[in-house]
């Protein structure tokens, strides 16, 4: 799809069709009062008519309009109150989803809509991303799909020169696809190795470099809460590294993104429930995530050094798997107590946060997990967990979260949750008991750190939608690229 700039009058401007706004007093936008004007009161009427309302996000497709070039015109509803983040992308997955089905050259009047706050370049930005959104589809694993639906061959902006913010969220919007792609993919396919041969595609791009580190490496390093999980499974595990240098200094420190790919959670000897363990294929989500917002950086190739990990094991109940009440030792040298196997998020996390910091020393580390229930249950599917003691971190990742309305909220790390994963039989437990379950596992995390600046995010109740609709989100995806991009 090709994103165009253009200062031609509404009226003027050839496209299948136009969209401009009303608001629910039946205010008309600046651009849509030229149509007004042009077809002689015709917009007006179908709002003094009840063709529509102006609630938010309803439309209303209007064919041949006379006095105007474009075939159509839109118009979309925005509501009683000024726009805030959340209704405008509301707004604008509307739009898109709409003028999707139409194809051809879909012109944009959208800039009645600026506020301080919603700036041209977001909304531009933001358009890119709901277009992306309107036209992904999960085909992968259908006898046979139902026809494409057509998408516009040019989105045509009526306004300021926002091109930089088009091919930002054109790459943001890419990588928001890729992750649930990979994260809707059922789990016979989507294995652990699967997910690494989707990592090595990315290198065609010859600014990264991947690694694989297979069950036997890490069994051979000491990588042993790694495997204690992955064992389990005759699907091997793998640590999968990916290293991209943008900076202007090659080997100035990285920042890393580390995340949970479990492919499949069975919950292991500490078997789930039956009911919506088909769900538990998306216990990879952080991974996709990870695996999404490396596709964008990868588009965009910001000038910083990224440092992507993603750790991918099966978590399956077999004779050899962990039980409760095993030791192991981790990659760093302390001992592990699994007092519940299917708390097995961490233990493949705090490995990895063992590797990267002793082989790269990474200037900081976000996490991303699909890591407890206890935060879905805290917060459920509006804001990811956010955990950290960084002040600074803290700030730069609320800040992204703010601007990409890719939400989080923060919830506390105080040392004093600590002692709740302390163990009589090891230097910690995998577990803290029933209270604040979302915390201790977040302490734990924190235990392979090492002094590093780290964040922990727990996507648990973001990552995906269940139920007849169930689909994976692509979140965080909009966020870490923010995050990066303003290193």
């Excluded at 799809?1 to 600046?30: F, H, N, P, W």
């Excluded at 036209?135 to 040019?154: G, L, M, N, V």
């Excluded at 196997?341 to 002793?358: F, H, P």
């Amino acid at each position: 799809m090709i994103y165009q700039v253009s200062q031609q009058t509404a009226t003027e401007t050839q496209a299948s069709c136009i969209v401009v706004t009303l608001d629910q007093s039946g205010k008309l936008s600046d651009t849509a009062l030229q149509l007004d004007e042009a077809s002689q009161g015709f917009i007006s009427q179908r709002f003094e008519q009840g063709d529509i309302s102006g609630k938010l996000a309803e439309t209303l497709l209007l064919p041949a309009v006379s006095g105007i070039t474009a075939s159509r015109v839109l118009l979309v509803g925005t509501g009683k109150e000024t726009l805030k983040p959340a209704s405008a992308q509301k707004v604008l997955a509307a739009i898109a989803n709409t003028t999707n089905r139409i194809g051809g050259d879909i012109a944009l009047a959208l800039t009645s809509l600026t506020t301080d706050v919603l700036t041209e370049a977001w909304l531009a930005e933001q358009t890119a991303i709901a277009y992306a959104a309107a036209q992904y589809r999960f085909t992968a694993t259908k006898s046979s799909s139902d026809a494409e639906a057509k998408s516009p061959d040019t989105l045509i902006w009526l306004g300021d020169d926002v091109s930089a913010a088009f091919s930002k969220g054109a790459a943001i919007g890419t990588g928001i696809s890729f992750a649930k792609e990979l994260a809707n993919m059922p789990p016979n396919i989507c294995t652990p190795t699967w997910l690494a041969e989707n990592a090595v595609t990315l290198t065609q791009d010859q600014a990264l470099e991947t690694t694989i580190l297979d069950e036997d490496q890490l069994a051979e390093m000491g990588a042993g809460a790694f495997v204690s999980v992955s064992k389990g499974s005759t699907e091997p595990g793998k640590i999968i590294v990916m290293q991209y240098r943008g900076a202007d200094d090659p080997t100035a420190a990285p920042h890393m993104i580390l995340g949970k790919g479990i492919t499949f959670d069975t919950g292991g000897i500490s078997l789930k429930p039956g009911q919506k363990m088909d769900e538990m294929k998306y216990d990879m989500c952080g991974a996709a995530s990870v695996l999404g917002t490396m596709k964008a950086i990868l588009t965009l190739k910001p000038k910083i050094n990224v440092l992507a990990i993603v750790t991918s094991a099966e978590n399956m109940p077999a004779g050899n798997a962990s039980k409760p009440g095993d030791v192991v030792t981790s990659l760093s040298g302390k001992t592990i107590e699994i007092l519940n196997t299917d708390a097995e998020g961490r233990l493949v996390l705090c490995d990895a946060l063992t590797y990267g910091i002793d082989n790269y020393q990474p200037a900081s580390i976000v996490d991303i997990a699909t890591l407890t229930g206890a935060c879905m249950a805290a917060l459920g599917e509006v804001n990811s967990g956010l955990f950290t003691t960084d002040e600074a971190m803290a700030e730069q990742l609320q800040a992204a979260a703010q601007y990409s309305n890719d939400k989080v909220w923060r919830l506390p790390l105080e040392e004093e949750y600590q002692d709740l994963i302390d163990s009589n039989f090891a230097d910690i437990a995998n577990i803290g008991g029933p209270l604040a379950g979302a915390t201790t596992a977040a302490c734990f995390l924190s235990r392979f750190t090492e002094g590093t600046p780290w964040a922990h995010l727990d996507i648990a109740g973001t990552a995906w939608v269940g139920g007849k609709a169930k689909g994976a989100t692509g979140r965080p995806v909009s966020l870490l690229v923010n995050y990066l991009l303003n290193k």
